[in-house]
């Protein structure tokens, strides 16, 4: 399967962002997708992730201000991003996880930007 990210932008510190992660393939329902972060200087960092039954994991700093979701229908997996802080400005990527770890290559990224 492969994984596009999409939705990014500029927005002021409170605000909100959807992202959307676009899947090709057939069985895209059977697989565990997780959303990433890279902010410049950083490594790469685990976000959230959704397994194939519904079961949603968070970094303790997004917790309360993302939602991860998933359409099967739609071969998508949505991270909402409400408010927004600075420190979230980062290359967002999703991934086919493992528990938190990412599995496959990287695909390109969608830049999210927090003005203070």
């Known amino acids: 399967v492969q994984l596009q990210a999409s939705g990014g932008g500029l927005v002021q510190a409170g605000g909100s962002l959807r992202l959307s992660c676009a899947a090709s393939g057939r069985t895209f329902s059977s697989y565990s997708i997780g959303w990433f972060r890279q902010a410049p200087g950083k490594e790469r960092e685990f976000v959230a992730a959704?397994?194939?039954?519904?079961?949603?994991t968070y970094i303790d700093s997004v917790k309360g201000r993302f939602t991860i979701s998933r359409d099967n229908a739609k071969k998508t997996v949505y991270l909402l991003m409400n408010s927004l802080k600075p420190e979230d400005t980062a290359a967002y990527y999703c991934?086919?996880?493992?528990?938190?770890?990412?599995?496959?290559?990287w695909g390109q990224g969608t830049q999210v930007t927090v003005s203070s």
């Open positions: 991934n086919l996880v493992l528990g938190v770890q990412p599995t496959d290559s």
């Open positions: 959704i397994d194939r039954y519904g079961i949603i």
